[in-house]
């Protein structure tokens, strides 16, 4: 279970401050269009990923892990913490009826 404290990254906020810091870094003003471009999708599909609209997919994972040299681990990872923190808001425990009293011994997340 994840604490329902501070809000995970959403992968789109931490893409934005990749593309930001690319752009300051090389001083080209890298665009939406460019970027989507290089990495083989739609522009709409980036922006609803940068606006927070949209999560990632293994797919997508790879391709950001190709473009900006970093894991796709990185990105599904920031993805299911961020999916889980949002589950974690919407589904009320107490509804949900519980059929072991306590952890399964042998049991581990994967």
């Known amino acids: 279970m994840l604490k329902r404290g501070m809000r995970p990254a959403h992968p789109g906020s931490i893409l934005g401050g990749m593309i930001q810091g690319l752009r300051e870094e ?39 892990s190709q473009a900006f040299s970093t894991s796709a681990d990185l990105w599904m990872n920031l993805q299911k913490k961020y999916d889980l923190w949002q ?22 997340s994967a």
């Open 26 to 64: 090389t001083g080209q003003p890298l665009t939406i269009n460019e970027i989507a471009e290089g990495l083989g999708i739609h522009r709409r599909t980036l922006s609803l990923i940068l606006n927070l609209k949209s999560g990632i997919s293994p797919e997508m994972a790879v391709k950001l």
């Open 87 to 108: 589950a974690e808001k919407k589904v009320s425990r107490a509804e949900v009826k519980q059929f072991v009293s306590s952890p399964m011994s042998g049991l581990q």
